[in-house]
């Protein structure tokens, strides 16, 4: 009774001053002036208040990370309310009283209607209701709530249900939140938390899995009970840009970091209409590709295999479906993509290039949901929700139907003779144990079996599954514990003739362990640290006969076997406002392990059959190789001034896994070794330095980054070297060093109808034969070009929306040709013509262009409807350009004819259906 008559005063006090009083913006505001660059916005607010006696009311945690960059002379506070949370989600109103209240999505309306007293139940009443509720969750906010009955002691236990306000029903997995101590709690699966505070005064959020947060104010007297009622989820329909977080280019103290989620990829025009992860990074400034239908990718000047790929702890060997069209991500599943060019966080190691973090989510736990999607060449569906009231779940599946893409290829391939398909699925899981415990599993498979002609078949897997364990020791210190197995396998079966036909295989399995913790020690010290270990069984290669006519002979390469091990510590360390580093470092050991044969040979000579001194046989478990050392992760970032900073980085690498091939991309035949006694690790360091500004408001994001690389132990292959099913490959490479260099130029424009991106990209990725190499020579021991150098690249991405339901995306990509090795000369020797080939690379191919154009078509936004859908058209390679990717030479009647290969010479039209349930 009381809470009534306390609330229809509360309701009669508004309504008499709305009738009395004007709201206060529309009344002549204190002018403010003053100096605001680049500060936090609670800093902010206090100087506000301790100005002009404005007081404010937010949630902490949407502002603590949101910089207030302005310069304000005699602006009211509604002038500079507007130009800093210009393109934002936040809105802001302004009460009689100098109250001032900051809201996600939509302004917190203080007024009544007119007839909010009058009976019916018109729309009008409705909104009047609406708003009343608003008035409710604001007084809510800001009441002071004492709890528990005063008594001695220094701490009381706080405890309470987090319902649903439309619901009733319980909300699991929210986060109860007390700031000034670190204290925080979760929800179990009926909605109540425990939380030990101090006896006193306290601000508490509630934020629950939807990202809503709730605020209350309590006076802890000593040991009590507080319900609360939260918004169970939040649903905004505007789209999300590259970049997640408005001013993260200027504060972020990593630099070369790009982050993409599902809602930025899915404007980009793709091969069919096919959401592709891979396709979406390339539109990133750093990162190329040798051509179309290639796997992999080249990030600053690194091969592809100097690539770690992720998948929710896994790694993927081979990223690609259908000859590299399609990435073997299913976007339906896909969270989040981030991308590491330089300032690689600590905890990742195993690669020079970058590191590709693909997050898939664990569904959700509102609802069993479908999402799926219909195109030309492929159909996707997937099902997440949730398993009783504390597990969730995902689960997609994706695969092709059709082979007509195929005869659409080049006529001079062999492509358009082939067939091919391929499915990949994927599994996630999450259940909490209880407030402190969350066991998560992931499974993933890709497949792809296709040929070229109708005798020879190609296939390739991947194979991946991890649990883990996730432990929240208390407020600031959490673990994380995943065990996996990751398996990639690829074969050729050969049936050109009976006599001739064959099996053969490759595969490589990996077990790992790992364990991560991140510890707030204090609002300066961000540590993150932990140990992980990986063991390595490498089987490079078996033929065998296939049936019984068949007369070749069975050939298998040793079995390799290593365990790579390292610990790691880190720290985030805000040393001012202005300035921020971020330290770490990892210790490496690398162990090759028998049973194999090693071979040593002669020091100083060059490795060759000739050279072979003496060959040791070691038993399992041995030890025939170890390396080992420390790498280095340092990166800073300080800020001039409140629109722009500067920051630089320094790296160092091992890897200790080697793709062996003599193709400028990542070929479904590449064979994969490890570091033994003879081919040593590869070692890279690199050093950044950019600068970062944005523009009219943070609208536009500009930056430019520059760096430097040094690579050692790089595997080149001899001229006329044989790499498959070759148990000596240490006498077909030689060793190379390499050194890249380059600028990276972005122009973003985040918001508004038109969006999107411009960048150009300067780099070179050189390579000479090592100077102590006692072998071949490549070049006469001069730089040359790199099989993926492309010196120039520049990317245009624009998204014009029309409407919420209706919008345009363009791409168009352009790069320098990639090298190539040309014959130059006829000559006689032997009796028999002779080819006389060019310098390694010393050629290119020509140039690359391509524009895509995509039309993207949303379903009505109705909230209540059986399913939400959308339609997406359009035409990849619009100017149908002949786009060379390679150039090729065989004999014709007594000459050498020279052909160039185009993977797609003509426009390809696609059309994809998707759905939600």
Do not use: C
């Not at 091969?303 to 690609?320: K, R």
């Not at 150098?789 to 245009?796: I, K, M, R």
């Amino acid at each position: 009774m009381k809470r009534n008559n306390l609330l229809l005063i509360l309701i009669y006090s508004l309504v008499i001053s709305s009738l009395f009083h004007a709201p206060l913006h529309a009344q002549v505001q204190e002018k403010i002036s003053g100096l605001f660059p680049g500060i936090p916005f609670p800093r902010f607010t206090q100087q506000v208040t301790s100005m002009t006696g404005y007081r404010f009311y937010f949630s902490p945690d949407d502002l603590q990370d949101f910089q207030v960059n302005i310069s304000a002379k005699d602006n009211t506070l509604s002038q500079i309310l507007e130009a800093v949370f210009d393109q934002t989600d936040f809105k802001f109103s302004i009460d009689s009283e100098k109250r001032v209240f900051i809201t996600k999505y939509q302004p917190l309306d203080l007024k009544l209607a007119k007839d909010f007293f009058e009976r019916g139940n018109s729309k009008e009443a409705l909104d009047s209701l609406n708003r009343q509720t608003d008035i409710e969750r604001a007084y809510s906010r800001n009441k002071l709530y004492v709890i528990g009955n005063p008594s001695s002691q220094k701490e009381a236990t706080l405890s309470g249900k987090i319902t649903g306000i439309e619901t009733g029903n319980p909300v699991f997995g929210a986060v109860v939140f007390e700031r000034a101590e670190y204290r925080r709690a979760i929800s179990n699966e009926d909605g109540y938390f425990q939380i030990l505070l101090p006896v006193g005064r306290h601000t508490l959020f509630i934020q629950n899995l939807g990202g809503f947060i709730e605020q209350r104010q309590i006076s802890l007297q000593g040991d009590g009970i507080l319900d609360v009622a939260i918004e169970e989820n939040i649903i905004s329909l505007s789209e999300v840009t590259v970049s997640s977080d408005r001013m993260t280019n200027i504060s972020r103290p990593e630099m070369g970091v790009q982050k993409l989620n599902i809602q930025s990829m899915k404007k980009i025009p793709a091969i069919l209409g096919e959401v592709d992860v891979i396709r979406s990074i390339l539109t990133l400034p750093g990162v190329q590709t040798v051509g179309e239908a290639s796997v992999g990718f080249n990030v600053r000047g690194g091969a592809a295999d100097q690539n770690l790929i992720l998948y929710n702890h896994s790694t993927i060997y081979n990223p690609s479906h259908l000859f590299g069209l399609f990435s073997a991500f299913n976007p339906d599943v896909v969270e989040s993509v981030e991308l590491y060019k330089a300032g690689i966080p600590v905890q990742y190691g195993g690669r020079l290039s970058s590191v590709l973090d693909i997050k898939a989510n664990y569904g959700n736990n509102e609802k069993i949901r479908v999402t799926g999607g219909i195109g030309l060449l492929t159909g996707r569906l997937s099902v997440d929700g949730p398993i009783g009231e504390r597990t969730t779940f995902s689960l997609g599946a994706r695969s092709t139907y059709s082979d007509w893409l195929l005869q659409l290829l080049e006529e001079n391939t062999d492509f358009n003779d082939g067939r091919a398909s391929f499915y990949d699925l994927n599994f996630s899981m999450s259940h909490q144990l209880n407030n402190k415990n969350i066991i998560r599993v992931n499974a993933y498979n890709s497949n792809d079996n296709f040929r070229f002609d109708r005798d020879t078949t190609f296939r390739y897997e991947n194979l991946n599954f991890n649990i883990g364990w996730t432990h929240y020791f208390n407020e600031r210190l959490e673990a994380e514990l995943v065990l996996g197995r990751d398996n990639y396998a690829f074969g050729i079966e050969g049936r050109d003739n009976p006599s001739n036909a064959y099996d053969f295989g490759f595969n490589i399995r990996q077990d790992f362990a790992k364990i991560h913790f991140n510890y707030d020690y204090n609002f300066r010290h961000k540590f993150n640290f932990g140990v992980q270990s990986t063991r390595y069984r490498l089987n490079p290669g078996k033929i065998q006969p296939s049936g019984l006519e068949s007369i070749v002979v069975t050939e298998e390469v040793n079995q390799e076997h290593a365990l790579e091990s390292a610990f790691y510590f880190g720290d985030n360390i805000e040393i001012s406002e202005q300035l921020t580093l971020n330290l770490g470092g990892r210790y490496v050991l690398y162990q090759f392990l028998g049973p194999n044969t090693g071979r040593f040979y002669t020091p100083g000579l060059p490795i060759s059959s000739t050279t072979l001194s003496r060959e040791e046989t070691f038993n399992q478990g041995d030890v025939i190789q170890t390396y080992h050392g420390p790498e280095f992760r340092i990166s800073g970032r300080y800020i001039l001034n409140n629109i722009s900073s500067i920051k630089a980085g320094y790296n160092t690498g091992r890897q200790f896994i080697h793709l062996v091939t003599n193709n400028a991309a990542i070929a479904p035949t590449d064979i994969w070794k490890l570091s033994d006694n003879n081919i040593l690790p590869q070692w890279g360091d690199q050093i950044s330095l950019g600068y970062y500004r944005n523009l009219k408001l943070d609208r536009y994001e500009f930056s430019v980054e520059t760096y430097h690389r040094s690579l050692r132990n790089l595997l080149d292959f001899r001229s006329g070297s044989t790499l498959i099913l070759n148990n000596t490959v240490e006498q077909a490479v030689v060793r190379s060093e390499g050194r890249a260099y380059g600028a990276e130029i972005l122009l973003r424009k985040n918001t508004g109808k038109l969006n999107g991106w411009v960048s150009y990209t300067y780099s070179r990725s050189l390579l000479r034969t090592a100077k102590d190499e006692e072998a071949e020579k490549i070049n006469n021991g001069e730089w040359y070009p790199n099989n993926f150098d492309q010196p120039h690249n520049a990317v245009l991405v624009g998204n014009y929306e029309w409407s919420k339901r209706f919008s345009t995306s363009i791409n168009a990509n352009y790069s320098t040709g990639r090298p190539i090795t040309l014959p130059v000369a006829k000559f006689q020797y032997g009796g028999s013509e002779r080819v006389f080939f060019s310098d390694r690379n010393a050629y290119r191919i020509p140039d690359y262009f391509r524009i895509d154009l995509s039309v993207n078509i949303e379903g009505n936004h109705k909230v209540r409807k059986l399913a939400h859908s959308s339609w997406s058209f359009g035409v990849y390679n619009l100017l149908g350009r002949r786009n060379p990717y390679s150039v090729f030479f065989t004999p014709v009647n007594g000459t050498l004819q020279g052909y160039q290969l185009s993977i797609f010479a003509q426009p390809i039209p696609f059309i994809t259906y998707n759905f939600k349930i």
